[in-house]
């Protein structure tokens, strides 16, 4: 079992910046994917951004490419969400989430996490 905490949420005007992290603990391994989600409310749950956990490699939603940025600690146990240049479109609850022992082709997809955050709510103002 995975546990994820979440932290950082708030309100910003548009243009602003915010960080988002997020701690694991339990039985997190070197192959463990730890990302980000987001849910507009009447929206789908969507991909936001993921560190793979073999290799640290990062992949991002075409729509926050270049504004945001996801890291982690050396532990491989905190993953960051680093938002630049916020828009109201970002408005949404953010979710961290984490699988382990996941194949590549899936790794932008829900449906493969396991482990899930509470959420955190971020809210762009204009």
């Known amino acids: 079992q995975v546990q994820l905490v979440e932290s950082g949420g708030g309100l910003v005007p548009a243009g602003g910046s915010l960080r988002l992290s997020c701690t694991a603990s339990?039985?997190?391994?070197?192959?463990?994917?730890m990302g980000w989600f987001r849910q507009a409310p009447g929206e789908e749950r969507e991909f936001v951004a993921v560190?793979?956990?073999?290799?640290?490699?990062?992949y991002y939603a075409d729509s926050v490419k270049g504004r945001f940025t996801i890291s982690r600690d050396s532990a491989k146990t905190t993953v960051y969400l680093q938002m630049n240049s916020l828009k109201l479109e970002d408005t949404a609850v953010y979710y961290c989430a984490a699988r382990q022992n996941g194949i590549l082709s899936t790794i932008r997809s829900s449906t493969m996490y396991n482990y899930w955050g509470q959420g955190t709510q971020v809210t762009v103002s204009s």
């Open positions: 560190v793979r956990g073999l290799g640290g490699y990062t």
């Open positions: 339990g039985r997190t391994t070197s192959s463990t994917d």
